[in-house]
C-alpha cells in the first residue's frame, strides 16, 4: 500500500522515508491526514509529498517513486518519478507529470525540472491548458521564468477544445505574462484547416478577458456608394476607465477615412464619443465628418446632467459610409444637453435642444425648432389610493428657427384627484385646468385656458377554468370634457397628432404636446379579458374599445376626421402565447359603418427550435402606409444558419429595408456572408456586402448584421 512521507524536523523525515523505503520495518499505519514537512532551510512553504517509495539521501535529496503526488500551496505534481532537493528547494520530476493548480491551468510534460522557492524551471515534451480559457497547445519546451512568466518554444497554441485542430497559431516562440494577462508570440503564423492564412513577425494578444492595446481583426466589405472596403482598427488601453479605438477605412471610390472611437467611465460620469473624418472625398471633392457625443453624469442622487450631441457634414454622410441600416435610413439627428433634479415629489429639467435635418424631402412638412432653453416641471403630492391627489405639470420654452420668428410659450396644467380602489374595481375623477400662454414675436400675447374633467371607473370579474386556469373580464368607463377654445394663430412647435390605438382611447388630448387641445364631450367604453394557466402565466390578454362623441369635436388629429354617427372606429389589441412555439399580436383600427380597416397591425412568431426563430408581420394605416415584415433565422443543417429579414413597402413596390445572409458556428470557428439593401434618404437605394470571419478566442474578421433573434419579442414572454 502507498505510504505517506511526512515530518516537521529533518530527523523526523529521515526517519519516515527509511520507514517508508524499508521494506522489513514494522511500520505504524500512516495517519488519516498527513502531516507536512518544510520543504527547504528555514522555508514557511509546506510540501505534502505521498508516494509509494520513498529514499532519502545525507545531501538533504530524497527520491520518491511509484505513483508520486507533491501538493506545494495551490498547485499539483503528480509523476512516476520526483528528486526533492529539501536545501535547494527544488525537484525534478519524470515520467507522465502533470502539473494542475488551483486556478484551472495544467501542464503535462515527459521531464520538468523547478525551484518551487523561485518558481523557475524547464518543461520538455509539453502539452499545457491555459487557465480561465479554453486556450491549449503543445510544445516542445517551455522555460519557467517565475510564477507569472513562461517562454514557451516551438508551440501550436489553440482555442478549439480537445480532439479538435481546426486551426492553431504555430509560433517559433510564445511568451506568456500572467500579471499582464498578455501573450506575445513571433513568428506567428495562423493556420486554418492545415492552411496559414495569416503571418505575423510579432503578435501581442490577451491571454483572458482584460483589454490590451494591438490591432483588432480588421474588417472589410463593399459598398454601392463607397466600393470596396477594408479597415484595421487599432485599440488603446489608455487607462482603467477609458480607451480609445482608431479604425483607418480605405474606401476605394472615396479615399481614406479616419474613425475614432473614445469611451470613458467614472464613478458618476461615463461618456463616449465617436468622430468620423475624410480629409478628401473623391467622390464629392471636399471635407466630409459625424460626430456623436454623449456624456452622462450624476453628481449625487438627485441632481444628474447629461449631453447628446450628433452632427454630419452633409445629410448624405451616414448613406455613404455608414453600414448601419438605422443611421442610413434616419431623418434628423438630436443635438441635446440638459440638467436635473429628480426627487420623490418632484422631477425638475433645463435645457436645449436642436435638431439637423437629414431628411430633406420632408423640410417643408417637418419644421424643426431649436429649443433655447426648455424648462420642464413635474411635481406631485401624496400616491396612496383612498385620498386626494394633486399634481403640477409645466414647461416654459423659447423657440427660435424652423422658419419662423422667435417665440416663447408657458404650459401649467395643475390636476387634482381623488382615486378609490379595491379588488373589484375602481374609481379615479380627475380635474385639471390647462394654461397655455405664447409671447410670439410681432404679434399679442396669446392666452388659452382649459378646464379638463376626467371620471374613469372600471370593475374586474374572475372565474376559475377548469384546467386550473382563471379568465378575467375587465369593463372600463372613462368620461372626458373639455371646452372648445379659438386655437387659430398657434402655430405648432412640438406638437403632432397621436396614433388611434386602444392605449390613447383613454388620452385627455388626441396630439403630443400643448399646442393644440382637443375639445371633448365623448365616453369611452373598452373591455378587456386575460387568460392565464394554472401556473399563473398569462396567456392571452385582447381588448376592444370605442368613443361615444356627445357632439363632434372642432380641433381634432388626423384620425377624427373618420369620425360618424358620432363615434369613433373599434380599437382593439391583442397579446397571445398560443403554445410554447407559437406567438401572436396586433392592433387594429376598424370601422365598423363602412367595413374597412383605417390602422392595424399583426404579427406572428414562431420558436420551434432554439435558434429558430420565424416572425412574420403586416402593418397598414389607409393612405400612408402598407408594408409586410418578414425576419427568419433557422437552422438549416448541422451548424448552418440562414437568416433573412425585409421591410417590403406595397405601396411604393419597394424594399424599405432587407438583408440575407448564411453562417457557420461551430465550437472552435465561424463565418458568414450577408447581403444588405436599404431605402436611404429621398427614395435612395444602397447595397451592402458584409463578410465575417471569426476565430473563437482571436476574433471576428468583418462585420454581421443583428440577427432576427435578438431584435424580436413580445410582450408576454415565454
Known sequence: MPRTVAARTSTGLLLSLLCAFSASAACPPPAARPAPFVAGHGSHKIAHVLADKARAFHDGVTVFSGHVVLTYGSETVRARRIRFNRRTNA?????????????????RAHYLHMNRATHRGVARGVHFILPHSNARGQAVMVILRSRHKSDIKDT??????????????????????????????????????????????????????????????????????????????????????????????????????????????????????????????????????????????????????????????????????????????????????QVGYSGRRLRLRLGGSSYQLLDTSVGGAYPLYEELPALLLRARGSDKPDRLHYGLKASAVRFVGGGAVPAKRVDLVPTVSYPLRWPAGFIDPKLAVRETDYWIAGQPTIRRTTPIAHLTDGLNFERALSNGGRQTLEPELSYLYVPYRNQQGIPLFDTAPAPFNYTDLFRTNSFFGPDQQVDANQMTAALTTRLYSSAGRERLRASVGEIYYFHKPSIYANYQTRVLNRTSDLAAEAYARLSSQWYLRGSLAWNPRNDQTDEGDAYVEYRPKPNAIVTVGHRYIRGVQEQVDLSIQWPLFRRWTTLAETSYSLMQSASLESYLGIQYNSCCWGMGFYVGRTLGLNNSQFTTAMFEFTLNGLGALGSAPVVPLSQHGFMLGS
Open 156 to 337: 501550436r497554441y489553440t482555442m478549439c477544445p480537445k480532439g479538435t485542430k481546426v486551426w492553431y497559431i504555430h509560433a517559433d516562440r510564445l511568451h506568456l505574462n500572467y500579471t499582464k494577462d498578455v501573450g506575445i508570440a513571433t513568428d506567428a503564423r495562423v493556420v486554418f484547416k492545415g492552411v496559414p492564412i495569416f503571418y505575423w513577425p510579432y503578435l501581442s494578444f490577451p491571454i483572458s478577458s482584460k483589454r490590451k492595446s494591438g490591432f483588432l481583426p480588421p474588417r472589410y466589405g463593399t459598398s454601392s456608394t463607397s466600393g470596396i472596403m477594408l479597415s484595421v482598427p487599432y485599440y488603446w488601453n489608455l487607462a482603467p476607465n477609458y480607451d480609445l479605438i482608431t479604425t483607418p477605412e480605405i474606401l476605394a471610390r472615396r479615399g481614406l477615412l479616419l474613425r475614432n472611437h473614445f469611451r470613458y467611465l467614472g464613478q458618476t460620469y461615463s461618456g463616449s464619443d465617436r468622430i468620423d473624418y475624410i480629409p478628401v472625398d473623391r467622390v464629392t471633392g471636399r471635407r466630409r465628418y459625424a460626430l456623436d457625443i454623449t456624456h452622462n453624469q450624476v453628481f449625487n442622487p438627485y441632481w444628474w446632467a447629461n449631453v447628446d450631441y450628433n452632427r454630419v457634414s452633409d445629410p448624405a454622410f451616414y448613406t455613404d459610409f455608414s453600414a448601419n441600416f438605422a443611421l442610413q435610413s434616419q431623418v434628423d439627428l438630436p443635438q441635446l444637453g
Open 91 to 107: 525537484f525534478t520530476a519524470l515520467g507522465d507529470v502533470r502539473v494542475t493548480g488551483a486556478q484551472g491551468g495544467e501542464l
